[in-house]
């Protein structure tokens, strides 16, 4: 048995074989091989490099007749890299000394070498390591070892252990066997985090290096609220977690019973308790878990999770079925947050080198407006369908939402000089992600309908810290009073101007920081679906007044630690049966 420790980042426990991927999240066979079929498997590497070096010889001349020599020499780069004769003898000494399978050799060697590129910290040569894991990827194809799609042909339940996973590749596990997973990479606020809550999947990122200790099929235990990993557990471990599973569905099976209760405090207090959603399906759950409405629907998962760019036409299906689904609830539609780790089909950008303070968001979708237009279409189209606004994400400055406004009103006018049936008077909003957007709140509040305060965001770029790095998640706590007391800002001026405010970041997920949100004086919170019945439950076990004392003392407190671990404190007193053993 070997316990591992990362960073949990969607709760629940998992417990089932693993199927290991490689740094690129490739199938890697890591069979041995038996010593009369060395000399083919040899054989057999040296036709795919043989493949790939023709492969990469036809590229090097299209290219160079397209796009001019210089281009074309990448790929004279790779050939060259292919043929390394150091890399040729540390694969061959693999297979023939080590009777490893070429794809498992092939994996590891360049898997490496990568890495070491990485390591060196200079931007050119971390660009070749992707020129290596792009020769690996293509001699893993030539032997057979992958298929140009992932994770597509599953056919039992699995943990998937991997070195990364992207926002849409999780977007795309299959549900129906993928029971959670393990990445070596990854911080508590990536997207990918997201998604894993949106599924339901138990999840642990940010592991570090672990891959090299598993091979496929050894049972996993994924703990996603403590962010354990525990691989080929002994007999007593598993039992105990078994038991875990078993106390879980009970608590689930409570909680259910609150779904048409008010979320209010016991002394009548009433919290509007709404849903983030990333894809239409999740209307259902919500409506099963008594959401009041959708808080947040996260729109660009129309892109990261289908093959081709959606139309209008797709945006405006996609809208109207949670709007009908929702059944006259409200429903808030965010615009396209495209850009730092979520990438559509095309790119939109050139190489950025902060990504996460670049063309993202917003400032993608008003320098792309064949990209925005056809959305703000189909959200006004499906408006005529129930109740909708829209609020645009990562507003930094007071001309962005002005802009972002203007052209709703342009495209409200196309509609109706067409005869599009629409509907135009719909409240129009800004997520409060960024430190600026709160110092000029109360210029803002003079010209929205409504905010929403992302706190994943306000916390990484408040505190300077990317969200899904895994060197420094420990500093990425939206908990830090440096955090808090932006909200505390937010609130206060909201309140002033009487505009609406919710809080749709994943702080508000947490039963203990929800709590400390209704003290702030909050009284909107959107939150994944799965954490809709503990939240409420946590509010229906308090009075206002105890929210508020907690409130009181969090806010003269001057670290992240000590206001979690006051907030825990105050949890278990108040509802013990939802602290996690
Ligand atoms: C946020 O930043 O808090 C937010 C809700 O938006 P996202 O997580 O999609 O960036
Ligand atoms: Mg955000």
Redo the contacts with the bound molecule.
Sequence with gaps: MVELQGIPVSPGVAIGPALVLDAAGYRIPRSLLAADEVEAEFARLRDAVDRVSTRLESNRLETSAVAGEHTGDIFAAQLQMLHDPRLQAELRRRIEQEHQSAAYAVSRVLHNYAEALRKLDNPLLADRAEDVLDIEKQLLFCLGAVSESRLVDLDETVIILSHVLTPSETANLDRRYVRGFCTETGGP?G?TA?VAKGLELPAVVGIGNFLDLVGNRIKVIVDGDRGRVILDPDPETLASYKKRLKERRSLTAKLSELRDLPAETIDGTPLRLSA?IEFPHETTTCIERGADGIG?Y?TEFLYLSSAEEPSEEDHYQAYSQVVREMEGRPVVIRTL?LGADKMGHRPLAEYEHNPFLGLRSIRLSLRNLDLFRPQLRAILRAAVHGDISVMF?LITTLAEFRQARMLLNVVAEDLKESGTPHRSNIPVGM?V?VPAAVMMLDRFVEEVDFLSI?????AQYTLAVDRSNEYVADLYQSSDPAVLRLIARCVEVAKEHDCPLSI???MSSNPARALLLMGMGVRHLSVPPSSLLRVKKAIRSVSIGQCEQIAERVMQLEAARDVDLYLLDRLGEYVPELIVT
Excluded: A, F, K, V
């Design positions: 606020g997207h997201i983030n947040l996260r947050d994400p997520m992600e992302g706190t994943n965001d306000l749709c970041g994943e």
